[in-house]
């Protein structure tokens, strides 16, 4: 099995709480492009991997313009023009994707965040079209505590997947429910997640979710943020989560600053040290925002990655 070096543990700051990709589109602080929120008419993908089944979950999308207000912050408007260009996309707007991922294992299923919630989120009914009901959910991780990663976790007051255990990070729990907290991100995980504190198990890194999860920390874009490899019958894979938030600005210029982290340069440094990682390994990885079904592989490219996404690996 390769070996996973322990990630940066450089200090966050407590900034931590600046505007989120989740809350900045509930709010309208980015404007859609289009008020069309229609989602693919695929909204799920499964695969096995090992003897545990990989389904990845298309909770929502959604257009946005201006995105050099959110990535590549720290470069020129005509470096970001030419780069986008070069990777046949526009630079004026952008398609924002939310993939929870659900993994059965031989003993449990466990979901990995649980969307935006409310009417943004379709979290419920696509599970529901993967042939998966919320009683059957035994464990909850949450990756870490912006909205679009919390939002589904409550409906009306009550859990929404009421048989599960939690899981979360240790730093990132407390964080979000210390006074450094930002108000309007603590508000909702004091709705959200607390209520739920007393069926939580709080992790570090290294910490184990069930068999074959194994907590790996990502500090940087939240005080506490979490990325997790899933290993079953000696195949792997790594949930990189919000490491890296676009497949071409944040992926293959680790470099360019994103608006959502909170440390910026504890979010360079960690998205450097695992996304070369995975690269070394030849290791599959799902990201919350890659382009759905947000399975792929990364290839070392310069001084930045390339993606790869899956074709048909998994299907053979």
Request: charge should be negative; avoid cysteine; charged fraction near 15%.
């Amino acid at each position: 099995m390769p070996s996973f070096p322990d990630p940066s543990r450089r200090s966050v700051l407590a900034s931590a709480g600046g505007l989120t990709l989740g809350s900045a589109l509930l709010s309208g602080a980015v404007q859609p492009a289009s008020a069309n929120t229609a989602l693919a008419a695929v909204r799920h993908s499964t695969f096995q991997l090992g003897a545990f089944e990989v389904t990845t979950l298309l909770d929502a999308s959604r257009t946005v313009t201006d995105p050099q207000t959110i990535f590549a912050m720290n470069v020129t408007p005509e470096e970001f023009a030419s780069v986008s260009a070069a990777n046949f996309i526009p630079s004026d707007q952008t398609r924002f994707f939310f993939t929870p991922t659900l993994v059965k294992t031989e003993t449990d299923v466990v979901l990995f965040d649980t969307g935006s919630g409310g009417d943004d989120g379709q979290l419920v009914e696509v599970m529901a079209e993967a042939g998966y009901a919320p009683d059957d959910v035994t464990i909850v991780v949450v990756t870490h505590m912006h909205p679009d990663h919390i939002g589904g976790l409550m409906q009306a007051g009550a859990p929404t997947f009421p048989s599960a255990a939690y899981v979360t990070g240790s730093a990132e729990y407390n964080f979000f429910t210390s006074d450094n907290a930002p108000e309007r991100l603590a508000g909702m995980v004091s709705n959200m997640v607390v209520p739920l504190a007393e069926r939580m198990t709080f992790l570090d890194d290294g910490g184990s979710v069930t068999g074959g999860i194994t907590a790996v920390a990502a500090f940087g874009h939240t005080p506490g943020h979490m990325t997790y490899r899933i290993e079953s019958q000696g195949q792997q894979l790594h949930l990189i989560i919000d490491l890296a938030n676009h497949y071409v600005w944040s992926l293959a210029y680790p470099d360019w600053e994103v608006r959502f982290d909170a440390d910026k340069a504890a979010a360079a440094t960690v998205r450097r040290n695992i996304l070369g990682m995975i690269a070394a390994d030849k290791i599959p990885f799902i990201g919350y925002h890659m382009p759905f079904p947000s399975v792929g592989f990364i290839e070392a490219n310069g001084d930045g990655f390339r993606y790869v996404p899956e074709t048909y690996q998994f299907s053979l």
